[in-house]
């Protein structure tokens, strides 16, 4: 067992573990930080055993459903192995790596902007380890077919979290819990955990020149996890106009579409994927085709979203009109611009998980520069539409460098492969 932690570990902190000790300094920073400028703010108890619960536990399951270690895994397979002490070293080592690199800095932001005491940290401490252990419990009711219990589970944590709101009970119920899923992954395979069919999925090849646009459209449908999150966005955008509207004279209207372009995993094709970043940027002339086409289906996702955003606006504030759908065409197609052209100049390199890539701090950038231009246009309407004009030029700018070859320089580059 110390053997597998040991690879499991090397696999998703680093050789010499470098991953835990720069969350560990980056934790440190944030706490110092935060708590010397002096804010604080009161916060419920319950509040922070619910963040401790259920933030790991959707960083946990986007471990277990990814791709990225399910070929170490298999390597791992091949040697002998004891089956209860490779599913707890393999459960273990991505608890402790949701909890460190992930879950980690929430607890210093909380930490630091309220007052706590030792019994309310152990506690928010022990949810977050019984959250880790009944992920992999219910990943692996998931995959028996009995996906209905592990959402009752998921419901009666809830419950007992929201309706008591009392240390005693919580503190009973994630021990409890922690029992039940360690118990009941004393009876589980090694291989209910490892996921042939994302390992390695069918590729089919043709030999005539297909759509872009259709293939991002497939890769979208093929992976659930992107559904969801765009999902979750147009539920988010039903219920922002109830925090919005007019505040202090300034329209707030953009803020919610900035907010909306935090759509991380479809801005993240290229870092996901390697193979297809090196195919596309090997092979001529992909590049323009590719990112034209690709900045067209993010400004398609974003355009679905805010429409949602704008029709939820419209029946809970009403007055929207046509500087609204100008906004919210702005808006999608800033955000498509920036998102492509940022993931083709610096993809995210060196992650370990695909929750590594999606909590990257670059996924902050394009809502932050989007955030500044909201609070400009709510301020100041006329920056609408110089915007719209420098916007315009913009796009010329981006068609013009993403353009194809002439014919005369493509004949050239044919002459030239051709001596060589």
């Not at 090397?10 to 944030?30: D, H, M, N, P, T």
């Amino acid at each position: 067992m110390r053997n597998t932690i040991e690879a499991f570990s090397k696999q998703f902190f680093g050789a010499k573990y470098e991953g835990a000790r720069k969350s560990l300094l980056a934790a440190v920073i944030l706490f110092i930080a935060v708590h010397a400028t002096g804010f604080q703010v009161a916060i419920a108890p319950f509040v922070l055993y619910l963040t401790s619960t259920f933030f790991p536990a959707g960083v946990m399951w986007q471990v277990l459903t990814g791709r990225q270690h399910m070929e170490t895994m298999q390597g791992m397979f091949m040697l002998p192995f004891d089956n209860r002490g490779f599913v707890f070293a393999y459960v273990l080592v991505l608890g402790a790596h949701t909890l460190i690199t992930k879950t980690l800095p929430i607890w210093a932001l909380f930490f630091a902007v309220a007052s706590w005491s030792a019994e309310e940290i152990a506690i928010a401490v022990l949810c977050g380890c019984m959250a880790c252990a009944a992920t992999a419990a219910g990943y692996r009711m998931c995959r028996k077919g009995h996906a209905v219990l592990a959402l009752l589970w998921a419901a009666c944590i809830l419950s007992a979290i929201l309706l008591v709101r009392r240390w005693g009970v919580v503190l009973a119920m994630a021990t409890i819990n922690s029992l039940v899923a360690m118990l009941y992954l004393s009876f589980a395979d090694a291989y209910d955990f490892c996921n042939t069919a994302v390992a390695k999925k069918a590729a089919w090849h043709t030999g005539h020149s297909g759509s872009m646009f259709v293939y991002l459209l497939r890769y979208l449908l093929a992976n659930k996890s992107y559904l969801v999150n765009t999902a979750g966005l147009g539920a988010i955008a039903c219920f922002l106009p109830l925090l919005f509207g007019e505040f202090g004279g300034l329209n707030m209207f953009p803020i919610g579409l900035a907010i909306l372009c935090l759509n991380t995993p479809i801005c993240t094709l290229l870092s996901c994927d390697p193979d297809l970043e090196q195919a596309i940027r090997m092979l001529p002339e992909q590049a323009g085709r590719f990112c034209r086409q690709y900045c067209l289906f993010v400004f398609a996702i974003n355009c679905i979203v805010a429409s949602i955003y704008l029709c939820s606006w419209q029946i809970i504030n009403g007055n929207t009109g046509f500087i609204h759908a100008i906004t919210l065409f702005l808006f999608a197609l800033q955000s498509a611009i920036l998102s492509v052209a940022l993931e083709w100049i610096h993809p995210i390199r060196g992650w370990k998980t695909e929750s590594d890539l999606w909590h990257h701090p670059r996924k902050y950038v394009v809502p932050l520069i989007l955030l500044m231009f909201a609070a400009l246009v709510g301020a100041w309407e006329l920056s609408l539409w110089i915007w719209s004009a420098a916007l315009f030029t913009e796009c010329g700018i981006c068609l013009y460098t993403t353009r194809p070859a002439r014919n005369g320089k493509r004949e050239s580059c044919r002459n030239d492969s051709r001596k060589t």
